[in-house]
């Protein structure tokens, strides 16, 4: 097997450089009708969604809005950007937890993001859609239904193949509740809102587990069936910080739950490190995660399930040791991408492999995109033929790179 970037990563590299000079730090806001699409020095953390017209979409935070638009060539240009809140909040955002964009069969636009509270670490699940292709959005609500201040954070949001939207986030309401009564409580809780009419209305807020990680992203996928899973950071009793796959979530209640990462990670901080999961159209399950563990040794791993995610290949480091870390895994249709970033203090750099046979066998690693020291994590997106490495850089701005796997006879 063969692998190779398209020539914009090689323009990346280019325009990274070129663009050194333009970084800077704002005192205050951009007009909001200049906005267009990210920009850098203003907006951070663009997270990207492709619509079923293959229309790119981004949703970014500047400022004290969150904001969506639309690019029609690839990110070579954006559309005016529209805010999604009307009056401006805190926004709680990090390359872990970060605004979320999804679209549903009907064609809503729908965004999640988590707005800060005052008391540290506290936070409400916000949430809007658009009827109106991204124009407009109805008034933000929020989420979390508990009208506690404590931590209601890493949001993730999905639209399932029945058109049903999920979302799912790390929540602290039990551990306020296990302090009220003077017993002890390890970690947080994930809960789960669903929603049957297209984002009109969600349910009440259903528990998936207790005790887990409280800081690390949270990542959705869904088989061939249409279930939906969600593969999470754990914490068990004993202080390990391993992964753990609930299958089933849109009833919590009776989720079939188990761990399948055992790294052995035995940590008293939050890793900032959640894992990335991805089920390709022959239902083979695909996770990556980053680890310091006992067993495993620092570093990004990958492994495969090719029963529904009962068992799972043995762990495969990929490239980086030490360093790598933020890993993400996607594909579409017989090829699946996985990428991670290496920071050395200096610049920031993305590696990638490759796969044309569901994951038993790769490409080696090979330079992605290279930037400046402070870069975003790296996102992977797909318009459901292609797959394209999404980055955001604090000198450069906003690219969108398309990755490819030739076929063998090429």
């Known amino acids: 097997m063969r692998f190779w970037l398209s020539s914009a990563s090689i323009v990346f590299n280019l325009l990274v450089i070129a663009a050194t000079t333009q970084a800077r730090e704002p005192s205050v806001g951009r007009d909001p009708g200049a906005i267009r699409g990210p920009a850098a020095g203003w907006s951070s953390f663009p997270t990207p969604a492709f619509d079923g017209s293959g229309r790119l979409w981004l949703a970014f935070v500047e400022q004290d809005f969150v904001y969506v638009t639309h690019s029609d060539d690839l990110g070579k240009s954006f559309a005016h950007a529209v805010a999604v809140n009307r009056e ?4 709680d955002a990090n390359g872990e937890g970060r605004p979320k964009i999804a679209f549903t069969q009907q064609g809503s636009l729908l965004v999640t993001w988590t707005k800060k509270l005052d008391e540290p670490y506290t936070g409400l699940i916000r949430f809007s859609r658009s009827t109106d292709g991204g124009k407009s ?14 931590g209601h954070r890493f949001d993730a949001l999905a639209v399932a193949p029945s058109g049903d939207v999920l979302i799912a986030w790390i929540d602290k309401r039990d551990l306020e509740s296990a302090l009220a009564e003077g017993a002890p409580y390890d970690g947080a809780a994930i809960y789960v809102a669903l929603s049957r009419d297209d984002g009109k209305s969600f349910e009440p807020n259903r528990k998936l587990k207790d005790h887990v990680c409280e800081c690390c992203r949270l990542s959705f996928a869904f088989d061939s069936s249409g279930e939906p899973a969600l593969l999470f950071r754990d914490l068990t009793d ?8 609930a299958r089933g979530v849109d009833a919590p209640e009776s989720a079939r739950i188990h761990r399948v990462t055992v790294d052995d990670w035995k940590i008293n901080a939050c890793p900032h490190h959640g894992p990335s999961y ?24 990958y492994a495969r399930s090719t029963d529904g995610g009962d068992t799972f290949s043995e762990p495969m480091q990929v490239g980086g040791g030490e360093r790598a870390a933020h890993p993400f895994v996607l594909g579409a249709g017989r090829d699946t991408f996985l990428v991670w970033k290496v920071a050395d203090g200096k610049a920031s750099r993305v590696f990638v492999m490759a796969s044309d046979d569901g994951g038993e066998s790769w490409s ?13 994590h ?3 997106v797909s318009n459901g033929r292609d797959v394209f490495l999404s980055w955001f850089t604090k000198d450069a701005g906003y690219h969108l790179i398309a990755l490819d796997v030739p076929s063998s006879s090429e």
Request: proline residues 5%.
């Open 378 to 380: 790296p996102l992977l």
């Open 137 to 150: 959005f109805s008034a933000p609500t929020t989420i979390n239904d508990d009208g506690i201040i404590t």
């Open 278 to 301: 991805w089920i390709d159209g022959r239902d083979v399950h695909h996770i990556t995660w980053f680890t310091a563990g006992e067993r495993s040794g620092t570093g990004v791993f």
């Open 364 to 376: 080696a690693a090979s330079l992605a995109a290279e930037g400046a020291s402070g870069a975003d």
């Open 238 to 245: 004993t202080g390990i910080r391993d992964h753990t796959l």
């Open 88 to 91: 401006p909040e805190k926004i």
